[in-house]
Structures are given as structure tokens and as C-alpha cells.
């Protein structure tokens, strides 16, 4: 057993929240009145389907990487999102959230996951923490890539492809499509995210950078799970990760 707010305080420190400008905020965001935890449920999302599932095993908090309050959403409780809290007060089950500072962390974070996942040696490129790059063991074409993605994932990306071998990949977790002209300004071939607009197809052939989007969800299942893990051995508690399925 543990106190909720013990745990927050302790992953504010550890995942150094400070440090972030991030587009929701990053703790504990809604706080059901029970203090006592026994039981953690982690998720990437905190949809009501996970809600419910993390209330049926009897879960006291919910930590996930996408919780509420982003910025530009409407702000009342109503609709989808009140659905939401509101289950969550009737059900006791807090909800704490961390988003970037999950991204960025070096040995909990998504991007790291990722990297480990794909059996590659990866590192930050800046303070950051958002942008990742390794060296491939050998040359590969950009079929091979993807078939390595597929393995490690369990997933097809879609491959934007372009002429050309690859020799390092650069990839950023989740919505990090935007990042594409800056993998190209490091000399990057080649660039995987979990996210893809209409306008990746023309900078990937103009840039010359393969790019290959696995899935916001698949990409950034890794962190929560492994900050579940590491929060259950620290602080004696149960822990449980719902991969709800998600093919976006």
C-alpha cells in the first residue's frame, strides 16, 4: 500500500516535469478521494473502456500518457470527457498522467522503449529528449525496415519510400510527424513516428527520407509499462498494463 500523493511527488521528480512545456498537465489530474493505493492500472489512454476495465480488477489509480485538460479543448466537463471523469469519481479510481516527460525519460520513456524494442542502441540528439537516432547493424533497404518495425511492434507501418539505402534510423514516438525536416537538417535517411498527415507524403519524397508511421498507440505502449513496473517494485503495490487495442 502506498499514498497516492507519495507516488505523484515522486514521479513529478523522476520524470523531471518541470522541464517540460507541455500541452496538458503532467500529475495527478483527477484525485477520486482515495488516498490509499494498492493497485495500479496503466494504459497508454485514459479512454472509458480502459476506466472501466482498471475499475473491474479494482484498481485505486490509473497512470496513463494521454489524460485530460489538453490545451485549445473545451474546457466543461461535459460530453465524452465528463463521461469519462465522471466514472472515474463514482468508480474511487484517481488518474495521473505524464505525456512529454514520459517521451523524453532515458530509461522509462517511449522513445527508449521503442529503441529497445527494434533491438537499437539509441540516444537522445539534444537535452530534449524527443528525437532519437542509432545505427542499424547493417546497411538496410527500406523494405527490410519495415519488416524490422513489423517484428517489433507487431504491426505494418505505413512506408512512405524513397530511393536509397538506410544506414541510421531517427524516430520520435506518437504525433512527431512534424519532426521530418528536422531528422533531414542531421543528414537522416530515414525516420519512423507513429502518426502521418498528407503533407508527410511530399516532404518524405522531397526530403529524400523514408518514413515510416507505426501508430501513435503502438509506438508509446512502452512507457507507461514500464514506469507501472518500476512504481509497483518501489513502492510494494500491484501492477497491471491494459493495452487496449488501437490500430490508429
Known sequence: MADLFEIEAYCNS???????????????????????????????????????????????????????????????????????????????????????????????????????????????????????????????DGEAVAALIEHALGRAPLHLAVPGGIERLFWCTGAAQGYMERVAGKGGQAYLSGEVSEQSYHLARELGIHYFAAGHHATERSGVRALGAHLAERFGIEHRFIDEENPV
Open 14 to 140: 523522476l520524470l523531471c516535469v518541470d522541464r517540460f512545456r507541455d500541452y496538458c498537465p503532467n500529475g495527478l489530474q483527477v484525485d477520486a478521494g482515495r488516498a490509499e493505493v494498492r493497485r495500479l492500472a496503466t494504459a497508454v489512454t485514459a479512454s472509458l473502456a480502459v476506466i472501466e476495465e482498471a475499475a473491474a480488477w479494482g484498481a485505486d489509480l490509473l497512470l496513463t500518457h494521454h489524460g485530460y485538460f489538453w490545451k485549445g479543448e473545451a474546457e466543461p466537463l461535459r460530453g465524452v470527457k465528463g463521461t469519462r471523469v465522471r466514472t472515474l469519481m463514482q468508480k474511487g479510481l484517481s488518474l495521473m498522467a505524464y505525456h512529454l516527460p514520459l517521451d523524453a525519460h532515458p530509461e522509462l520513456g517511449n522513445n527508449r522503449g521503442l529503441g529497445e524494442a527494434l533491438c537499437l542502441h539509441g540516444a537522445p540528439l539534444d537535452e530534449e529528449g524527443l528525437l532519437w537516432s542509432a545505427d542499424l547493424p547493417e546497411p538496410m
